[in-house]
């Protein structure tokens, strides 16, 4: 199993990144798939999770209205556009195979820092 994150980088308070995750290993479509983010010195804070197909999606309140999780099947690629970043935002940002609480695998990250 191997999940690679990319897209991070530095933005602006109220820019837009997409994050990548790229899934090989395993038969991604019949996996649900999470979104966690950590900063330093605390523990991982769920952002977000989508079921196999894409269908049912689920946010953290700090996400909701900003963010926006999705797969694609065919590409074996979760996504996440987060919009409106705010320096709250700034974390390393993972994907996880399955829903929180229960995922078994996780990528190694993608920093994300907001600030101006």
């Known amino acids: 199993v191997q999940l690679v994150e990319s897209g991070g980088g530095m933005v602006q308070p109220g820019g837009s990144l997409r994050l990548s995750c790229a899934a090989s290993g395993f038969t991604f479509s019949v996996y649900d798939m999470t979104w966690v983010r950590q900063v330093p010195g605390k523990g991982p804070e769920w952002v977000s999770s989508i079921n196999t197909d894409g269908s049912s999606t689920y946010y953290a309140g700090v996400g909701k209205g900003r963010f926006t999780i999705s797969r694609d099947n065919a590409r074996n690629t979760l996504y996440l556009q987060m919009n409106s970043l705010k320096p709250d935002d700034t974390a390393l940002y993972y994907c996880?195979?399955?829903?929180?609480?229960?995922?078994?695998?996780w990528g190694l990250g993608t920093q994300v820092t907001v600030s101006s």
């Open positions: 996880a195979r399955g829903l929180y609480g229960n995922s078994d695998y």
